[in-house]
């Protein structure tokens, strides 16, 4: 279950004037620039990867939050937005080339349940390809990033600053083919592809609302 975040939908548009600063459009460029085939963005946000990809690429990409939703659909392009949930994902199996995930696996409540989700609906041998915050190694940053979840994620949408994403990966069947920490490994971007279907049954809700073409 998901909730409206106007305020952080706001905040997070504003804040999307600094990626460049911080190498964030960069590391988007590498993310999506060179995807080709059936792709699916999960968890879009308010669109900042949509530009990026390839003409050769038929995207489609899925955001729950409408203020989000508005966003993303100025920046669309030839994307097909879609309102939907990564838990829950409106899409037969086997039915994408590659999957996307973008600093969204640390807020959707079940990380689990959309792992599962997101390996269902990839093609055998598809691939995630991911860019995500996680949790911190050493004491201290793990400490500080327990200490912030309470009020930050209360703050961001439900981000939790401190989730082991990358924990998750293997046991909803997704095996690490290549990954790159950024500095002090608070974050990271890779690769890893679907080796096995899903545990999670498929999707008993389909009701999905196509926004734009
Ligand atoms: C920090 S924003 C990131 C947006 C975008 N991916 C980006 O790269 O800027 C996190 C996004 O995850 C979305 N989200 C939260 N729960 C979700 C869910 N269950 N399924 C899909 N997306 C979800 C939020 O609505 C929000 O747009």
Same mark, same amino acid.
């Given at each position: ?9 706001? *905040? ?13 459009? @960069?590391?988007?460029?590498?993310? !999506? ?21 390839? +003409?050769?690429?038929? $995207? $489609?990409?899925?955001? +729950? ?12 392009? @030839?994307?097909?937005? !879609? ?18 995930? %973008?600093? $969204? &696996? ?7 349940? *959309? ?5 269902? !609906? &990839?093609? +055998?041998?598809?691939? &995630? ?17 327990? *200490?912030?979840?309470?009020?930050? =994620?209360?703050?961001?949408?439900? %981000?939790?600053?401190? @989730? ?13 083919? =290549? ?6 490994? &608070?974050? $990271?971007?890779? !690769? ?10 498929? +999707? ?10």
């Amino acid at each position: 279950m998901w909730h409206e975040h106007p305020a952080f939908t706001w *905040a997070y548009e504003a804040m999307g004037r600094w990626e460049p600063l911080f190498g964030l459009d @960069r590391e988007r460029r590498a993310l !999506v620039g060179r995807l080709g085939g059936r792709v699916l963005e999960v968890g879009a946000g308010n669109g900042r990867n949509l530009a990026h990809y390839a +003409p050769t690429s038929k $995207v $489609v990409a899925i955001e +729950p939050e409408p203020h989000m939703m508005r966003l993303a659909q100025a920046r669309a392009g @030839r994307a097909l937005l !879609v309102r939907g949930d990564a838990e829950e994902l409106p899409f037969a199996s086997g039915s994408f080339d590659t999957v996307v995930a %973008c600093l $969204v &696996l640390c807020t959707i409540p079940s990380p689990d349940r *959309a792992l599962g989700e997101i390996c269902r !609906v &990839l093609r +055998p041998g598809g691939m &995630l390809h991911f860019l995500e915050h996680i949790r911190a190694r050493g004491a201290l940053l793990t400490a500080l990033q327990d *200490a912030l979840d309470p009020v930050w =994620s209360r703050l961001c949408g439900g %981000c939790h600053p401190n @989730r082991a994403t990358l924990d998750l990966f293997e046991r909803q069947g997704l095996h690490i083919e =290549s990954m790159r920490l950024g500095r002090l490994g &608070l974050f $990271v971007r890779g !690769v890893a592809q679907a080796v096995k279907p899903t545990r999670y049954a498929e +999707p008993s809700r389909w009701a999905t609302e196509a926004v734009s073409r």
